[in-house]
């Protein structure tokens, strides 16, 4: 079976960590040839050849780049893949715009987040779909995709992999000069409007009378650094709310959390939730989008709800809950579902 991924690269990503796994894990199938096209030079590319995958380069500075179009062509023309495998939404354009031969390729598209779709987009043209979770079915089904033509693969991970990352620096303690037992909530996501770090910023304030050596870690960038920056000073918690950039490895950091927060008002599956549980953090998270589908219920809040994720923090950093990574969650069980799609569609 020929196969081909897709995906722009222009920024990391968790959806692009989880193309490198996939792709990864295709190594150890002999009867998949699998190809990457991705841009020229980005992490996924350097990440995925590191992996042993086969990786084809191009130029893809913007979007709906030109080059990545031709690129793409000449794949589908000199490789005559079976399936064609898009990542993100720049990719199922370009591979629409492809002309299709009388005896085309199944073309895959992956949908991670859980916004909504227009209703003439690409999202109705694809063949199939593979959501990351029932919650981003769900909001496709509502904009009128054929229930029919998607499935559910959730993301997954290596735990090994995990495991290895944990143990290197940093030590954010050290870093913020705090006491070497200070309990620490920690949320990892970008600084962009869905993600909601400011719930949790108020949920910081609001659980600070209560658990007043309670300091709340928040690793991303994004936009909205500037407006973040002004809650914290609003409401007077600069001393134990931290924005710490990007981290790198961040399973080092989960590894830190006393509670792994997750407050998200959209959120397609949350695969860092993957990594708290595989490093047995408590986690506590909002009932957005797919993170029920990863979360217990018992530790899911309302979106929006900042005296209800104070509560629920504090709660977990009590009673320490044990966690556990569920077996569908690894990048072996994804791979091996997302492959059941390809020889069915094939």
């Not at 043209?125 to 919650?135: K, L, Q």
């Not at 007077?236 to 490895?249: A, N, R, T």
């Amino acid at each position: 079976m020929r196969v081909l991924q897709v995906d722009s690269g222009r920024e990391w990503r968790g959806g692009q960590n989880q193309v490198r796994l996939l792709c990864r894990e295709f190594t150890s199938h002999p009867d998949v040839q699998n190809n990457l096209i991705t841009a020229f030079g980005s992490k996924l590319a350097d990440r995925a050849r590191a992996d042993g995958a086969s990786v084809i380069e191009t130029s893809w500075d913007i979007g709906l780049s030109p080059s990545a179009w031709f690129a793409l062509k000449r794949a589908i023309n000199d490789f005559q893949p079976d399936i064609v495998h898009v990542h993100d939404s720049h990719s199922l354009s370009l591979a629409l715009w492809q002309p299709r031969k009388r005896d085309p390729y199944v073309l895959i598209a992956h949908r991670r987040v859980d916004f909504h779709v227009k209703r003439r987009s690409g999202w109705h043209r694809a063949d199939r779909i593979i959501a990351v979770s029932a919650g981003v079915k769900r909001v496709l089904v509502e904009d009128g995709v054929n229930e029919r033509d998607i499935v559910v693969i959730h993301d997954g991970i290596d735990p090994e992999e995990i495991r290895a990352n944990a143990e290197r620096a940093p030590d954010i303690r050290m870093r913020l000069s705090l006491p070497a037992d200070a309990p620490l909530a920690i949320n990892v996501a970008a600084l962009v409007d869905h993600k909601d770090q400011a719930t949790l910023i108020r949920a910081a304030a609001a659980a600070r009378a209560r658990a007043p050596h309670l300091h709340w870690v928040i690793a991303g960038e994004g936009p909205l650094r500037e407006s973040l920056q002004r809650e914290i000073a609003n409401l007077q918690v600069g001393d134990i709310v931290h924005l710490v950039g990007y981290v790198d490895p961040v399973d080092a950091l989960i590894r830190e959390a006393s509670v792994f927060v997750m407050s998200s008002k959209e959120e397609g599956m949350g695969s860092v939730m993957l990594h708290a549980l595989e490093l047995e953090r408590p986690v506590v998270a909002t009932a957005a989008g797919g993170l029920p589908e990863v979360v217990p219920p018992e530790w899911l809040v309302p979106v929006g709800d900042a005296e209800a994720l104070a509560t629920k923090t504090l709660v977990a950093l009590e009673q320490r809950p044990r966690t556990s990574l569920p077996a569908r969650f690894t990048a072996k069980s994804m791979a091996e579902a997302t492959l059941a799609q390809y020889r069915l569609l094939a």
